[in-house]
């Protein structure tokens, strides 16, 4: 069984998160998992830790204090079927439901 993931960056013009390749074994949720942030203001990464579905994680910037904020209500798990081979990605989506997160 292998397991590989190969994140993407997320913004305006893109939802997904990553891909999860797998090997003998499926992907079937998330996690709480640890999120790197960039500062739009000053390009300063921050480490978002233990971020949950459906709550909002908030933070400062550890180079010029403006406040972070990172949250995502639903993921979406696709399988992706791969020409002429056994691996099959999952595609991680950030969701649009919103009605969970805490302020």
Request: proline content about 1%.
């Amino acid at each position: 069984r292998t397991v590989r993931l190969r994140s993407d960056v997320v913004h305006a013009n893109n939802h997904s998160a990553g891909y999860v390749d797998v090997e003998g074994c499926s992907v079937i949720d998330l996690l709480p998992s640890d999120m790197w942030l960039a500062c739009d203001a000053c390009g300063a990464e921050t480490c978002h830790r233990r971020l949950l579905r459906g709550k909002r994680s908030e933070e400062v910037c550890r180079g010029c204090y403006a406040k972070l904020s990172l949250g995502f209500g639903d993921v979406r798990i696709q399988s992706l079927e791969v020409a002429a081979s056994v691996a099959v990605s999952a595609k991680v989506h950030k969701g649009s439901n919103n009605k969970n997160k805490d302020k």
